[in-house]
């Protein structure tokens, strides 16, 4: 608490004059007392004193986050064409990708990955990841531009025919080093089951003539 006091004690011109040659002038033909200013001595008090404040703190939700009311709401009026569901818990997870699967606001896809799954979300159908071969990497030239390495490849994607377990066999025996027949061979057998074919079902005929 500081403590200043301003006023001044009530002098009377008279005294003002005997103890104070030249205090007085006159102003506007009155006789005012002219006073010197002084430094009242001050002194400066610190005490810690416990003040109960009657106020309350007002809850406001700025926080940034969503209750699932909100989100489905969200996603009801954007419709997206895919959807990836990141963050939350895992039944929170599930519940919000069926209600989407269920009530059909989402037209594509709805991926919930897991921490640190990669998901693929291009919905571009005419993208194709292709494997190129050494041979053709090293022939192309590339071109810089500004952070990026560009070449042009002139190709057309031929798709490969799947590769049934027969085939698959075949390749494992000729990796193990195993003879394969060659096609005279292999014709010749077609020619004995075919033969034998026939030879059944003439046997067959036969035994139905005789009944």
């Not at 799954?117 to 292709?130: F, K, L, M, P, R």
Request: aromatic share 4%; hydrophobic share 35%; with cysteine.
């Amino acid at each position: 608490m500081i403590v200043d006091s301003s006023v001044v004690p009530h002098i009377t011109t008279e005294r003002v004059a005997e103890t104070i040659p030249g205090a007085l002038h006159s102003e506007n033909g009155q006789t005012v007392p002219h006073y010197e200013e002084r430094e009242w001595p001050t002194k400066c008090i610190s005490q810690i004193t416990k003040m109960e404040v009657l106020c309350k703190v007002e809850f406001i939700d700025f926080e940034g986050r969503s209750d699932g009311e909100s989100v489905k709401k969200i996603l009801s009026q954007v419709k997206p064409k895919q959807l990836v569901i990141v963050h939350g818990s895992a039944a929170a997870t599930r519940h919000l990708a069926q209600y989407a699967s269920e009530t059909g606001i989402v037209q594509g896809k709805i991926f919930t990955p897991r921490l640190g799954e990669i998901v693929d979300a291009t919905i571009e159908s005419h993208i194709y990841q292709v494997t190129l071969s050494d041979a053709l990497m090293s022939s192309l030239i590339f071109q810089t531009v500004k952070d990026a390495e560009l070449s042009w490849l002139d190709a057309r994607i031929a798709r490969r025919k799947a590769i049934t377990g027969a085939t698959s066999a075949v390749e494992e025996n000729r990796e193990e080093g195993e003879e394969m027949p060659s096609e005279d061979e292999t014709m010749e057998q077609g020619g004995e089951e075919e033969t034998g074919d026939g030879e059944r079902l003439s046997n067959k005929r036969a035994a139905a003539a005789d009944t």
